[in-house]
């Protein structure tokens, strides 16, 4: 009995040992990082809100982590060609991934992809988000969202709306709005945002869902007429127009949103040290008012309620996307 009671106490001790190593181990991991250049994947095309919004952060990052932060801009395949790249990368922090709520989405609409995001992906944080605006052609009838919604009833099928293509989140804007609004309103995928405007402006498709910044100036100038925007609470850009959900749709809410994740398997200590400086970089009050200004609002979450956001977002289009039927071709 002795023998074996010395044998417990001699195992814990060893346990114990290991586990004290492990976390001096870290710790020093945490220290050390960065050693060397981290490359932050961008899988959306140069000059994008993505990449932009990636370099603007990196920037910051090396000024207070003492290291160079490159983006790598690696679109393709509705972002799958980058995200991939990542999840295949070592689990050691120098190689990040610039991600939005298309992942998400991505989650449900493609799912033959190479990785899970959830089992392939370690969430490290979000950064901001962006509210869009619904709009709609001048010669559309209707001033508000609630006149919109009744004249879409009134002709099932009668309205169409334009999108950056399908699974883009201005598409499934368009079909969240869909859903919550029980409306039948056409769908009409182009191959840019750009596109898709040039058909609203001439009046070719009847409404969208695009970016604020892109489209106040716009609506100020009488070539589309505005609605409402998209998000939670109303855009600092324009405070007088309504959110969707207090227009007459309430509890809807569809901002495109990005973050940072890595591959899974890296170290805590290293998520914990990014996450703790992008929660300073996203809080300074030039960081803010730079944002604001282009209709972006800073977000702020621990990595355990990134994963639970990622979690629910996940949820939230995989419905949308089994109910209006969406398939990728």
């Not at 002795?2 to 181990?25: D, E, M, P, Q």
């Not at 050693?35 to 370099?55: E, H, L, N, Q």
């Not at 007429?225 to 939670?232: F, I, S, Y």
Request: net charge positive.
């Amino acid at each position: 009995m002795k023998n074996r009671f010395t044998g417990i106490v001699r195992h814990f001790a060893l346990s114990s040992a290991a586990a004290i190593a492990c976390l001096s181990w870290q710790g020093a991991w945490a220290q050390a990082y960065p050693s060397k250049t981290v490359r932050i994947v961008v899988p959306f095309g140069a000059g994008g809100p993505a990449d932009i919004y990636a370099r603007y952060l990196g920037q910051r990052l090396q000024e207070t982590l003492g290291q160079s932060f490159v983006v790598d801009d690696r679109p393709g395949a509705g972002s799958i060609i980058g995200t991939d790249s990542v999840a295949k990368s070592p689990a050691d922090g120098y190689t990040l991934l610039l991600m939005s709520n298309t992942h998400t989405v991505n989650e449900t609409l493609v799912p033959k992809k190479p990785f899970a995001l959830m089992k392939d992906f370690a969430p490290i944080a979000p950064i901001n988000y962006s509210d869009l605006m619904l709009v709609v052609h001048p010669s559309v009838p209707v001033k508000s969202v609630k006149e919109l919604i009744a004249l879409a009833k009134s002709k099932p099928g009668g309205l169409n709306y334009a999108s950056s293509g399908t699974g883009t989140p201005y598409h499934m804007a368009g079909e969240l709005f869909k859903a919550m609004a029980h409306v039948n309103i056409v769908h009409i995928p182009h191959k840019s945002s750009g596109e898709a405007r040039t058909s609203v402006m001439s009046g070719q498709v009847e409404m969208m869902m695009d970016a604020v910044p892109t489209m106040a100036p716009l609506a100020k100038s009488g070539r589309v007429r505005a609605l409402a925007t998209t998000g939670k609470k109303r855009s600092a850009i324009t405070p007088d127009l309504p959110t969707v959900s207090e227009a007459g749709v309430p509890g809807y809410e569809a901002p495109i949103w990005l973050g940072i994740m890595a591959p899974a398997g890296t170290p805590k200590s290293v998520i914990d040290k990014l996450n703790a400086e992008i929660t300073k970089i996203v809080q300074r009050p030039d960081v803010k008012k730079a944002w604001n200004d282009q209709g972006a609002e800073p977000m702020v979450m621990t990595p355990a309620e990134f994963q639970k956001y990622l979690n629910g977002d996940i949820a939230k289009w995989a419905k949308v996307v089994k109910t209006a039927g969406i398939r990728v071709d």
